[in-house]
């Protein structure tokens, strides 16, 4: 458990608050690309870490992300004209350009230089993987973008989606760090991939397996093994299976807010590649990242594989609380563990039942929280040190963020964990040998 006073410093996110600021050091995702479609297209309302900002695109085709209340009369620009590169309020014609300037004021003498005065908060802006990103931090300490993208899949290969969660961003990337708990809220066969003769059972319980999209048969009581990295640390849960097999699904986690997760295809090709957003205190974004340059191989188990890959954008949902998450009790006797639909409804519907700011207080944590643990105390200490004059170390955008990878696979005799996801994989060289030649 926390003490009351960690768990405010873990939560807080606004301007002022430790965590904020720690966040603010980071380049943070704001919107997704395709929000700000066209230049000179209406202006977006955007919350961010306790923040109400206004996006839009100028005639250029360059995202400005401003304080969403003119600083005249304190108008939102949401209702403002994107016109002429710049952001126009309608109340009395002040426009700014993406930078903040106020570059007209016609409610003022023509003579008046009162324009050159005036500025709006205004936050950089930087667009990859279909995202745009912003640095909210002090100007004297913008880091250069962090490069998770590499050179490895074209921009027009990555998918992002975003989906909408009414707690505290923390309980959010608790869930994606907690290993164990996919044995429990998530199980149920995937769709298109059934494991019910022999053969199949050896298919799956062999070094090197499980394929992409399916599951070993294996203990639901793993054990975590962790070491700490550069960028945060990475765990492994290992399982044993039937066949007398170490399952190893290895998570990565990038402070602040990051999670590589065992990937849907490939070590390359799809990495689940999750970004816990937040809104305020009792909200955030989900941003997950898939690529589908990797073509799912033709077996009729994982034929479902690809059209899961494809989806990507705005996911609208119509489970929540207030219709207890379309929970059906049948198909939780029956077929499923939860009766609810869909993997990321079943983490919404946990996370979010925990109250908007989860009492950490009341916890009794176990061995397979350990991970959670650790986190909590990276942040933690993060956050403190910054507060004590210490800037992170993890934005140098000269490190090799590209090669972090999630890996999951059945372990021969003699083989390490830590090795998956590596340099050291043999999977992972012959997928770069492959991208070499083309």
């Known amino acids: 458990m926390l003490t009351k006073e960690d768990n405010e410093i873990l939560c807080r996110v606004g301007p002022g608050t430790m965590m904020g ?42 995202v400005g992300l401003l304080d969403n209340y003119c600083p005249h009369r304190r108008v939102s620009l949401f209702f403002g004209r994107n016109e002429e590169c710049g952001l126009r309020c309608v109340y009395h014609g002040w426009k700014f350009d993406v930078s903040g300037a106020c570059v007209d004021m016609p409610s003022e003498p023509a003579e008046s230089n009162f324009k050159d005065k005036v500025r709006i908060t205004a936050y950089p802006t930087h667009e990859a993987g279909g995202v745009i990103w912003t640095y909210m931090g002090p100007e004297d300490k ?49 769709p298109g991939v059934e494991v019910k003769e022999a053969a199949d059972q050896v298919w799956f319980d062999q070094p090197g397996y499980p394929p992409p999209g399916s599951r070993t048969p294996r203990s639901h009581s793993p054990t975590l093994e962790m070491e700490d990295t550069w960028y945060g640390f990475r765990y492994a849960g290992l399982r044993k299976t039937p066949n007398g097999y170490t399952n190893a699904r ?11 997760v065992a990937p849907v295809y490939g070590p390359l090709g799809g990495d689940n590649f999750l970004v816990m957003v937040p809104i305020d205190d009792h909200s955030f974004w989900r941003l997950g990242f898939a690529t589908t340059s990797t073509p799912v191989p033709e077996d009729p188990r994982l034929a479902s594989l690809q059209a899961i890959i ?44 925990m109250g908007t700011i989860g009492d950490r207080t009341k916890e009794h944590l176990g061995t397979t929280d350990r991970a959670v643990i ?24 000269s490190l090799p963020w590209d090669r ?35």
């Open 374 to 397: 650790r986190m909590r105390q990276k942040l933690i200490n993060a956050a403190k040190d910054l507060a004590n004059g210490i800037e992170p170390a993890d934005v140098d955008p």
């Open 142 to 190: 913008q880091p250069g973008f962090r490069n998770f993208f590499g050179d490895a899949f074209p921009e027009s290969e990555w998918r992002a989606t975003k989906i909408i969660s009414v707690c505290n961003w923390m309980q959010g990337l608790e869930g994606n760090i907690d290993s164990s708990h996919i044995d429990y809220l998530h199980s149920g066969r995937p």
């Open 21 to 62: 600021n720690l966040l603010r050091r980071y380049w943070t995702p704001a919107l997704l690309s395709s929000e700000v479609p066209t230049p000179d297209s209406p202006p977006v309302r955007c919350r961010l870490l306790g923040e109400d900002l206004v996006a839009f695109r100028d005639t250029y085709g360059k």
């Open 250 to 260: 290895v998570t990565d986690i990038i402070l602040p807010f990051y999670t590589l």
């Open 310 to 353: 494809e989806q990507y954008g705005i996911k609208e949902r119509n489970q929540w609380a207030d219709n207890d998450y379309l929970i059906d009790r049948d198909a939780q006797k029956t077929s499923t563990y939860t009766g609810i639909s869909g993997i990321a409804q079943q983490d919404l519907a946990v996370t979010e039942s």
């Open 404 to 438: 972090i990878r999630s890996a999951e696979r059945n372990l021969d005799e003699g083989e390490d964990w830590r090795m998956l996801g590596t340099e050291e994989d043999p999977l992972v060289r012959q997928l770069e040998t492959d991208e070499v030649h083309g």
